[in-house]
C-alpha cells in the first residue's frame, strides 16, 4: 500500500549536519502522519520526530530538540530531518515511517539509512 524509501545517512564528525530524506510512494494520499526513528546497536528502536499532516504540528523526542528539525511536502508525503549539532550518541539506523489511514499508527516502515557519527 505505502512504500518508502530513505537517504541521505552517512559519516559525519561531532557537531556536524546530515539531511535525510523520505520518499513515499503508493497509497500517498491516506497518510495522515509520518516519523522518525531510529534504533542504535543493542537498543530498542525509539521515536526521534514526527510530522501530522492535517496541521503540519510536529513532535521531537527530548534528547533532539533543539537540534533536529522535521519538515516536508505534504503533496508528495516525503518528510525530511534536518540533524544539526550531531553527537555521537545519535549514532543510529534511522527508519522513515507512515500512519495510514484504516491501517494503524506507523503501520509502513523504511528499510532505514544509517548514520554515524564520530567523536
Known amino acids: 500500500q505505502v512504500q518508502l524509501v530513505e537517504s541521505g545517512g552517512g559519516l559525519v564528525q561531532a557537531g556536524g549536519s546530515l539531511r535525510l530524506s523520505c520518499a513515499a510512494s503508493?497509497?500517498?494520499?491516506?497518510?495522515?502522519?509520518e516519523g522518525w526513528f531510529r534504533q542504535a546497536p543493542g537498543k530498542e528502536r525509539e521515536f526521534v520526530a514526527a510530522?501530522?499532516?492535517?496541521?503540519?504540528?510536529?513532535r521531537y523526542a527530548d534528547s533532539v530538540k533543539g537540534r533536529f528539525t522535521i519538515s516536508g511536502d505534504n503533496a508528495k508525503k516525503t518528510v525530511y530531518l534536518q540533524m544539526n549539532s550531531l553527537k555521537p550518541e545519535d549514532t543510529a539506523v534511522y527508519y522513515c515511517a507512515a500512519s495510514l489511514r484504516g491501517f494503524g499508527t506507523y503501520a509502513y516502515w523504511g528499510q532505514g539509512t544509517q548514520v554515524t557519527v564520530s567523536s
Open positions: 510530522i501530522s499532516w492535517g496541521d503540519s504540528s510536529t
Open positions: 503508493g497509497r500517498t494520499f491516506g497518510i495522515y502522519d
